[in-house]
């Protein structure tokens, strides 16, 4: 298809499972599925290809799986087909969005097999175009498309990612959960308070 320059997506080369893990016991989900993914960075400009080699353990990005419209031409030789694009109508009019599935980072490798996770090896420069991203998949949704034979990790065609900013709600939903499912001392009077209900005022000494 026709590579489309854009900061926030990029076209998804591969995507490999390379790990099911078997499920702890009483649960029926996998405890772990990894896969890895190739993306080619050599299309994109200096300030998104910068903010695509700063990917780190633990930042969240989106599989996103994209039904195209016909072709408007044979692929050439050594080249990918071209999808029909209409820039004056809407872009979810033309392409319909199939699935669309969470992963976190593990690590980002370069073609040198270099490694950068962005804890403590700030020294690492990532070279080349080529980029593979280890990643966790969401198990309850893998193990859902599993036994439903869902055959949508063949079929991703785009990684998109957030601003580093904005990518904070899972480690924020995990906080929340954990602290409403441990038996810790919190007064009752900070409860609303503290999942964004109620009066702050209420906090004041």
């Known amino acids: 298809y026709q590579r489309r320059v854009h900061g926030m997506a990029c076209p998804l080369d591969d995507l490999a499972i390379k790990y099911v893990g078997p499920a702890d016991i009483g649960q029926i989900r996998p405890h772990d599925v ?121 079929k991703m065609h785009l990684l998109v990612r957030r601003k580093p900013k904005e990518n904070n709600f899972k480690a924020v939903l995990e906080s929340i959960r954990d602290l409403m499912n441990t038996q810790c001392v919190v007064p009752e009077w900070i409860h609303d308070i503290f999942l964004g209900y109620g009066d702050p005022v209420l906090c004041v000494d």
């Open 34 to 154: 990894r896969a890895q993914l190739t993306i080619d960075l050599g299309h994109l400009k200096e300030v998104p290809r910068m903010e695509w080699n700063e990917l780190r353990q633990h930042d969240v990005l989106f599989l996103v799986s994209l039904d195209a419209p016909q072709e408007t031409m044979a692929a050439l030789a050594g080249h990918s087909p071209v999808w029909a694009f209409d820039r004056e109508k809407p872009f979810l009019d033309q392409f319909k969005v199939n699935y669309v599935r969470g992963c976190e980072v593990i690590d980002v490798r370069d073609e040198r097999d270099n490694v950068f996770t962005g804890l403590g090896d700030s020294g690492v420069r990532l070279v080349g175009n080529k980029r593979f991203l280890r990643v966790h998949l969401d198990t309850a949704q893998y193990h859902a498309d599993v036994l439903s034979e869902c055959d949508c990790y063949k």
